[in-house]
């Protein structure tokens, strides 16, 4: 009878290690990406070599929100990407986004929630969190994000004002892009540099959740950041409620996901 409870003592011990690493992974993606911008770039098969299996995408539907699944549902790590409509405000992209959180949470009650978001989808995930608690999150990651804004989206909204004598010219030769980025004035707006009256003002004066952050921070050809974010907005560090709390990791890489963001991610999720 000792050793029977000894056994069962063991088994228990190794059945509860086994469930607590299982995790879910969202992957957000920025400004003019989707779903697939993970998939493309390669970090989807950096981690599905090391154990973090594609589980499927999410997007808002007709009925609301909907989960396209794929095989590694079952595994005991998954990774789910979403779709976001990524040329809308971002505090739209948010609401979308924590509807798929509460959905992933009731499809998988008992594991934690890890948030990764890549350039503009950093911000939006902590937007997310911020606004309401959404699910077990357990972490966000965020790559090269514009947590203090960037000039570029200035200059682009800058370059597509219509108004004035050229407006007209504008609108007329633009060009496809030109129209994108025109439509995309809510998105922009969101991520001009902090200052009273606007979304990161706002944000970056929030309480955040108590929960593990780590920023991947491009510090560029210079030291100074990539070329759209500048170095010192990608680091949560210098948002004052999320200061000393953040742990940085350097890449010096270009803005676009790359492989090695998988691999950076891979590390990351080892130490959680």
């Known amino acids: 009878m000792k ?49 973090w299996i594609r589980a499927g995408l999410l997007f808002s539907g007709p009925q609301g929100i909907q989960i396209i699944p794929v095989a590694g549902g079952d595994a005991a790590n998954k990774v789910y990407a979403v779709e976001l409509p990524s040329t809308a405000p971002l505090t739209l992209q948010a609401d979308h986004l924590r509807a798929m959180l509460n959905t992933l949470s009731a499809r998988h009650p008992d594991e934690p929630i890890i948030l990764a978001g890549h350039s503009a989808g950093g911000v939006v995930a902590r937007l997310a969190l911020v606004r309401s608690g959404v699910g077990n999150i357990k972490a966000l990651i965020t790559i090269a994000s514009p947590h203090l804004g960037t000039g570029r989206a200035i200059q682009a909204l800058e370059a597509t004002n219509s108004s004035g004598p050229t407006g007209f010219l504008k609108n007329m030769f633009g060009g496809s892009t030109y129209h994108t980025v025109k439509n995309s004035w809510g998105a922009l707006l969101d991520l001009t540099p902090p200052r009273p009256g606007n979304m990161l003002y706002w944000l970056n004066g929030q309480t955040h959740p108590d929960i593990a952050y780590y920023s991947v921070v491009r510090s560029g050809p210079t030291g100074l950041g990539d070329e759209l974010v500048p170095l010192y907005s990608q680091d949560m560090n210098n948002i004052p409620a999320l200061q000393g709390k953040v742990e940085v990791r350097m890449a010096h890489a270009a803005h676009s996901l790359t492989p090695q963001d998988g691999a950076t991610l891979v590390d990351i999720l080892s130490a959680l």
């Not at 290690?17 to 390669?42: F, I, R």
């Open 3 to 51: 050793y029977l409870k000894g056994f069962l003592l063991v088994l228990t011990v190794l059945f509860c290690s086994a469930t607590a690493k299982a995790d879910v992974l969202v992957l957000v993606h920025g400004y003019l990406g989707s779903g697939h911008s993970w998939e493309q770039s390669g970090v989807n098969a950096v981690l599905e070599q090391n154990g």
